[in-house]
C-alpha cells in the first residue's frame, strides 16, 4: 500500500501537472492518483518503469520456466548449451 503522501485526487493532477512530474522525477518514487475516491492510475519516472517492465520480464520468463518443468518439458544441459551455441551461429552468419 502507497504511502499516504503518496495518493493524490486527479484534481491536484489536474491543477499541478508539471510539479507532479518535477516531483516524480527528482524523487523517483510512483504517485498514485485517484478518482472518486478510487485508485485509477500511477505516476512513475521512466527509469522506475523501465525496471519494473525489466523485472516483470524476468518474473515471466521464470513463470514460463517453472510451467515447462511441471510437464516435462526440459532437455539436458548439454543439449540446451548446444542449442544455444546454434542460435547465435545463426545470428552471427545473418546480422
Known sequence: MPAR?????????????ADLVREVSEEGRSITI??????????????????WRSAMALLKALAQGDADVERGRTVKQVEAF?????????AVQSG
Open 34 to 51: 485517484t478518482q472518486n475516491g478510487e485508485a485509477k492510475v500511477v505516476v512513475m519516472d521512466v527509469d522506475t518503469y523501465d525496471r
Open 82 to 90: 548446444r542449442r544455444a551455441r546454434k542460435a547465435i551461429e545463426r
Open 5 to 17: 503522501k503518496d495518493i493524490r485526487p486527479i484534481t491536484h493532477l489536474k491543477n499541478n501537472t
